[in-house]
């Protein structure tokens, strides 16, 4: 049962575009949010995260939006640069528990 | 800044083998998580511990075992190795003040021969 789920396994985007990934849940328990970036025989590397009491939180080019209703989040990175080309994870826990991660999407970012 | 560490980077083992993990939090970080990561799969949280005692578990085998010392490291101690144990381990950290937030180490990855 994959409580977190990302349905683009793959994304790409020109550099300087807007890149959009998108993260849905279906725990209502649910209550921080988190997306970690993940470069190839590397930890997962904090980027940004959300609580249940916000809607949005932006740090630089990064963006997070949560809509507890549609129990939806996503990660807006604006503007996109090569460096960004990673796998991005979106995760959630429960009152600081364990993490539950999504599958992951692929972001390739084209000059 | 200093980061989670964790050792080896890369273990070979034998099928029926031990092998042990070995995570070194972020300096005054607290709390030690294990998530094991399977070829094209997203990591799957094992187990936890808070100020040394176990806080809580997931889908971790009973083969494995995992403690949290005074210092904050933490072991994960893996016996009857099984070719599907093969997989990335990694820990993270985190802390009192910032429970929400695990900071990751750059992974074990264990190949079970």
């Known amino acids: 049962d994959q409580q977190v789920k990302q349905n683009s396994p793959s994304l790409s985007v020109q550099e300087g575009r807007i890149s959009i990934l998108n993260c849905d849940y279906t725990n209502s328990m649910f209550d921080y949010f988190l997306w970690y970036k993940k470069y190839p025989a590397e930890g997962p590397t904090f980027l940004i995260s959300?609580?249940?009491?916000?809607d949005k939180n932006e740090d630089g080019r990064f963006t997070v939006f949560l809509n507890k209703s549609a129990k939806h989040l996503s990660l807006h990175i604006v503007p996109s640069q090569p460096g960004d080309s990673a796998v991005y994870f979106c995760?959630?826990?429960?009152?600081?528990?364990?993490?539950?991660f999504g599958q992951g999407t692929r972001l390739t970012i084209n000059p | 800044a200093a980061g989670v560490i964790q050792s080896p980077r890369h273990l070979i083992k034998e099928k029926r083998e031990t092998a042990t993990l070995k995570c070194y939090p972020i300096p005054r970080h607290d709390t030690v998580y294990w998530y094991q990561q399977g070829p094209g799969q997203d990591p799957q949280f094992l187990i936890s511990?808070?100020?040394?005692?176990?806080?809580d578990k997931g889908s971790i085998p009973d083969r494995f075992s995992a403690q949290q010392f005074s210092d904050y490291h933490s072991e994960l101690n893996m016996s009857s190795l099984e070719l599907g144990d093969s997989a990335l381990y990694f820990c993270a950290s985190s802390s009192l003040g910032n429970l929400e937030t695990q900071y990751f180490g750059p992974g074990t990855r264990l190949l079970v021969l």
């Open positions: 511990f808070y100020e040394k005692m176990q806080s």
């Open positions: 995760a959630a826990s429960r009152g600081a528990q364990k993490l539950v």
């Open positions: 959300i609580s249940s009491i916000k």
